[in-house]
């Protein structure tokens, strides 16, 4: 077992409850009610461990965070222990007097959700009327309290020929960043892949778009952009390796090395209820079970980008082949790459498919 350093950042899952419905939400198709919920001192518990096992960031996510009401006293909390604090909201709820007291409390920067640049479309993939307007206000809001801005763009086959205007908008709203990112296929958004992958040609148009406004935005606007995994040659690093810099505690207080670990059946994930973090992150199976190289099948084991994207990703392996530690059947070097080549061929054929909302079931 490779020596293991301590983690850099934790995304803090506040809750599953949101007002949007989008059909790509990374949350797991079982969503937790609110009954399951930590509460806010089992949070507050959290970030000290936290802090204590060495974190540097942390984000506070969900479903859509400010539905908490603890939210500044967590915030104050992080603050209190030196941990830097990012807010990752769909700005559907809320505006100028919690941001302001966000920023007080000791919030350092704001991701903000768009579903799309323009108004009816926005909203009829967030599946609520009157979102995009409010995100419009809750954007001025985080300017007004002096917070930096990111914007936080997912791209699909329903928005992507409105990229120009995605980064024309984050300009205009004051965003210091836009990051774009293409949908992955987990959870939500796989149920939903056929409606939401993008054509080749639509890609490629996209593409051209981000990397020319790179060179005119340079030292104005950083843009990040993520593109569809399906369509490379070589995985992306997920999580940047697993259990090698990130955890996620989930609502119900269960701890995953990424978002959609829950779905490998035979890993069992502890819980901050149950256990410490530092032992969590030290001491579990389910941490363990992927880190490094020790657990990688050909082809990865003698491949020279092992430690480089780590055999890309576990739940999307085991999403398309039924076994979690494959090679990522995105790499054209996997055995099962046909398995996305076929998944590609289907979406080109497929017809525009209506969208499953993500919902509590
Ligand atoms: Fe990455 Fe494995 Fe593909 Fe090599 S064979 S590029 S390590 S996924
Ligand atoms: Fe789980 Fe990539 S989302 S390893």
Not at 210 to 237: H, M, T
Not at 263 to 281: E, G, M, N, Y
Request: hydrophobic fraction near 45%; charged fraction near 25%; include cysteine.
């Amino acid at each position: 077992m490779p020596a293991v350093d301590p983690p850099l950042a934790l995304l803090a899952e506040l809750t599953h409850r949101c007002p949007l419905a989008c059909p790509y939400c990374s949350n797991p198709v079982e969503l937790e009610r609110a009954s399951g919920e930590l509460g806010g001192e089992e949070w507050q518990r959290v970030l000290r461990e936290a802090a204590a096992l060495g974190v540097l960031q942390v984000h506070f996510s969900g479903g859509e965070p400010m539905v908490r009401r603890e939210l500044r006293t967590l915030i104050a909390e992080a603050a209190s222990h030196g941990l830097y604090s990012n807010l990752i909201t769909s700005g559907a709820l809320g505006g100028e007097r919690e941001i302001a007291a966000f920023a007080e409390a000791g919030l350092r920067h704001v991701q903000l959700s768009f579903q799309d640049h323009e108004a009816a479309n926005a909203d009829r993939i967030a599946g609520l009327a009157g979102a995009f307007e409010r995100k419009l206000k809750f954007a001025a809001a985080v300017r007004a309290a002096g917070l930096p801005l990111t914007l936080n763009m997912v791209v699909h086959r329903q928005n992507l020929d409105g990229i120009a205007e995605m980064i024309d908008m984050a300009q205009a709203l004051g965003a210091r960043r836009v990051e774009i990112a293409h949908v992955q296929y987990y959870a939500w958004a796989l149920e939903n892949r056929a409606a939401l992958l993008p054509s080749r040609a639509q890609l490629d148009e996209a593409t051209r778009i981000v990397e020319a406004a790179r060179e005119r935005l340079r030292g104005v606007l950083a843009i990040d952009y993520v593109v569809p995994d399906y369509y490379g040659v070589r995985p992306k690093g997920c999580m940047n390796g697993w259990g090698r810099q990130f955890l996620n505690v989930m609502p119900s207080g269960t701890v995953v090395p990424c978002h959609a670990a829950e779905t490998i059946p035979d890993l069992s994930f502890p819980s901050v209820r149950k256990q410490s973090l530092a032992d969590i992150w030290y001491r579990s199976d389910a941490f363990d079970r992927f880190r490094g190289t020790d657990w990688m099948p050909e082809p990865c084991r003698g491949c020279d980008r092992r430690e480089i994207d780590w055999g890309g990703c576990r739940c999307q392996a085991l999403a398309l082949t039924g076994d979690a530690a494959r090679t990522d059947p995105v790499c054209a070097l996997s055995p099962d790459h046909t398995l996305v080549e076929a998944a590609l061929g289907e979406a080109a054929a497929a017809a525009p498919q209506p969208f499953v909302y993500r919902q509590f079931r």
